[in-house]
């Protein structure tokens, strides 16, 4: 089964400090992996993706993530951090789970503080 | 933002008492998805549809039932509400198999 394991409930920074966010996954074929943003009291936005094209990623708010096979990792940068990043992040994978539909499964999420 | 609606964004249901919450769309996509996030657990998929009538269980659909007439409505039915059912339910929406979900503001629900 696939699975995506997020290293670190709770991450906190410095503003202007680098954000790094770990998401490391697991599936036995190529995967489409995702990081999404959720803000208080709101859904989940889509930062960014990828599938299967370039292996470095941009995103929104100056985000970007590299896919590295080879430590089947998905790991979400910010050279950075402003106050307005905190929030709480979650990284995906895309499951066939058969016949012709896909589903998402989601790490248990990064919750980012940014501290003046 | 993808046009995705839920509704009601909050309720207060008693135990027992079936309860119904709504999610709409205006994007024609073919897929949507129900899930409920809890703290710890991240989101966790309930149900899901891949066209009109056509629909399918997740990871945690006990308790819960789906219905989907319309492409544009997804409705997810909890027949007898229960404490552990209090939760935040969001609605994604997709337009192609394995790519990304939009997702909708959510719903809060307490079971009392």
């Known amino acids: 089964a696939q699975s995506v394991t997020q290293l670190g409930s709770h991450v906190s920074v410095s503003e202007g400090a680098l954000v790094l966010l770990r998401c490391n996954y697991s599936?036995?074929?190529?995967?489409?992996l995702f990081w999404y943003v959720q803000y208080p009291n709101q859904g989940l936005q889509l930062l960014l993706k990828?599938?299967?094209?370039?292996?470095l990623v941009k995103g929104i708010n100056g985000f970007e993530a590299e896919f590295k096979k080879s430590e089947t990792s998905f790991h979400l940068t910010k050279p950075s951090a402003h106050m307005s990043d905190a929030a709480e992040y979650f990284c995906?994978?895309?499951?066939?789970?058969?016949?012709?539909?896909?589903?998402?499964?989601f790490g248990k999420g990064t919750l980012l503080t940014v501290n003046p | 933002d993808a046009g995705i609606t839920q509704s009601p964004r909050h309720k207060v249901t008693e135990t027992g008492t079936p309860v119904t919450l709504r999610c709409h769309q205006t994007e024609n996509h073919r897929y949507m998805y129900w899930y409920r996030q809890d703290p710890g657990h991240g989101l966790r998929l309930i149900h899901y549809?891949?066209?009109?009538?056509?629909?399918d269980k997740g990871e945690v659909s006990d308790g819960y039932s789906v219905s989907r007439s319309k492409t544009e409505d997804f409705l997810l039915t909890l027949e007898s509400a229960t404490s552990s059912q209090t939760s935040v339910y969001f609605c994604?929406?997709?337009?192609?198999?394995?790519?990304?979900?939009?997702f909708g503001p959510g719903t809060r629900l307490t079971v009392t």
């Open positions: 995906a994978v895309s499951v066939d789970s058969g016949g012709s539909n896909y589903k998402l499964t």
């Open positions: 549809s891949y066209g009109v009538k056509d629909t």
């Open positions: 990828y599938t299967s094209a370039a292996t």
């Open positions: 599936s036995s074929v190529p995967p489409y």
């Open positions: 994604a929406i997709s337009g192609h198999r394995g790519y990304e979900q939009y």
